[in-house]
């Protein structure tokens, strides 16, 4: 049984992955897993860590630890700059935009949308021609979850968002979400343009989250390659 990216973000979750791992092993399952974490940093700094330490242990005793830290990103190597990040948030990015969603769209008449995601009803302000266009704060800072965002990636091929904020601990929520909106345009292949406070690198610079936030910059970066926006949507 394969876990990739490991994280572990609430003591629910800690406490429920203690009697998960136990049993796997007393049926002697072969666990792999796969985290930007070590297990001794798991669930550090937060509310109850005391009653996770000796899950850590647990996990160090079954588990071999390999640390593959290579000195170089792959993914950045094959950024080649291509005009999809616009950096700072303003008249220029604003106007930048609107030249992307008019070219990817051809013109065609827009409108806002509304998808029908397990029962209830998530609004997108404007799309055409496959192509859906966002606010941040209509993404990221709504009660929105990975199946919201699995199915905005399936449905649409590419996805711009506006105004994408500096993230830090003071608006970690937002940050979270917008960490699992990546991930699933990215596994889905979908071209993203965006306006942003800043460069991928420089989102998220220190906090609690920025260490994992290093992962979803360098998918940031990768996603403006030219190999990445050559790829096919994948629904």
Not at 95 to 103: K, S
Not at 153 to 175: G, K
Request: proline share 5%; glycine share 6%.
């Amino acid at each position: 049984l394969c876990f990739d990216e490991f994280q572990v973000h609430d003591i629910v979750d800690a406490m429920i992955l203690g009697r998960l791992f136990e049993a796997l092993f007393a049926r002697l399952v072969v666990v792999v897993a796969t985290s930007n974490t070590l297990p001794d940093d798991l669930f550090k700094g937060k509310p109850g860590r005391d009653a996770f330490l000796p899950f850590i242990g647990f996990l160090k005793k079954n588990l071999d630890v390999l640390v593959l830290d290579a000195a170089r990103d792959y993914r950045r190597e094959r950024v080649h700059g291509l005009a999809a990040w616009y950096t700072p948030i303003g008249r220029w990015a604003d106007a930048a935009m609107q030249r992307v969603f008019d070219e990817l769209t051809a013109d065609m008449p827009a409108r806002a949308e509304t998808l029908l995601i397990s029962g209830r009803t998530v609004t997108v302000p404007l799309a055409a021609n496959g192509v859906a266009w966002f606010d941040f704060q209509a993404l990221c800072g709504v009660a929105l979850g990975p199946g919201d965002y699995l199915a905005l990636a399936t449905h649409y091929h590419t996805v711009l968002i506006d105004a994408v904020p500096r993230l830090s601990p003071d608006n970690f929520d937002e940050a979270r979400r917008f960490v699992t909106l990546i991930d699933a345009l990215y596994e889905h292949r979908v071209k993203l343009y965006a306006s942003a406070a800043a460069l991928p690198d420089d989102l998220y610079r220190k906090g609690e989250g920025a260490k994992i936030f290093e992962r979803t910059a360098s998918r940031l970066e990768e996603m403006q390659s030219e190999e990445y926006m050559a790829l096919p949507h994948l629904t």
